[in-house]
């Protein structure tokens, strides 16, 4: 069975930082390329960053450029999100998901986590 499970979701203040950690577990993992996505109520899921198998390519929506990092550790089965900078509108529930191919259309990820809540407050 696989499993996703995230951590590091909570309540912050805008300018302050996070870390997303990701735990996979029942999957190849070093087979699957990454992905971080969030959603807010009512709205659509976005794509945030992602990341290759090897953690070789890495590529980020616009509006995270430069403030967060995704990376992965293929020996412990983890992957990372660090976002610095958080703004009040980064407030969503974020999920990490796997995917055969990299991409940035949620519909190809295979598997999901559960999605912590971030909260950014002022």
């Known amino acids: 069975q696989v499993q996703l499970v995230e951590s590091g979701g909570g309540l912050v203040q805008a300018g302050d930082s996070l870390r997303l950690s990701c735990a996979a577990s029942g999957l190849s993992f070093s087979s699957y390329a990454m992905g971080w996505f969030r959603q807010a109520p009512g709205k659509e899921r976005e794509f945030v960053a992602h990341i290759s198998w090897s953690g070789g390519v890495r590529a980020y929506e616009d509006s995270v450029k430069g403030r967060f990092t995704i990376s992965r550790d293929n020996g412990k089965n983890m992957v990372y999100l660090q976002m610095n900078s958080l703004k009040l509108e980064e407030t969503d529930v974020y999920y990490c998901?796997?995917?055969?191919?990299?991409?940035?259309?949620?519909?190809?990820?295979?598997?999901w986590g559960q999605g912590p809540q971030v909260t950014v407050s002022s």
């Open positions: 998901a796997a995917s055969r191919g990299l991409t940035i259309s949620g519909t190809n990820y295979t598997y």
